[in-house]
Nanobody
Framework: QLVESGGGLVQAGGSLRLSCAAS????????MGWFRQAPGKEREFVAA????????YYADSVKGRFTISRDSAKNTVHLLMNSLKPEDTAVYYC???????????????????WGQGTLVTVSS
């Protein structure tokens, strides 16, 4: 089970931190990722982190502005979003990829479990 929190309304240039708490059993080689879906658009990859080793991956559109991190003790992943833009407005979803392969870590189809989503609205 994945439970997201931290969404809300923020002005352009502001910051938000999303969190996703995971419960239940996972494989030894898994990753957690964030995806987003804006109205009328397809779901897109935002960021991911390998739980073992902590390697991170970002979409070009958020690189340098967003930071994904993990708290292993709490089985939680965070997404710190800085310098937010109106085009970052979307529902953000947390997901778990149980058998992660680097070449497919950005593909939503490879993720096994999804949270309910949290809305982020950036006003101009």
């Amino acid at each position: 089970q994945l439970v997201e929190s931290g969404g809300g309304l923020v002005q352009a240039g502001g910051s938000l931190r999303l969190s996703c708490a995971a419960s239940g059993r996972t494989s030894n080689n898994y990753a957690m990722g964030w995806f987003r879906q804006a109205p009328g658009k397809e779901r897109e990859f935002v960021a991911a982190i390998r739980w073992n080793g902590g390697s991170t991956y970002y979409a070009d559109s958020v690189k340098g502005r967003f930071t994904i991190s993990r708290d292993s003790a709490k089985n939680t992943v965070h997404l710190l979003m800085n310098s937010l833009k109106p085009e970052d407005t979307a529902v953000y979803y947390c997901a778990v990829n149980q058998g992660v392969i680097t070449s497919t870590i950005r593909s939503a189809d490879m993720y096994d479990y999804w949270g309910q989503g949290t809305l982020v609205t950036v006003s101009s």
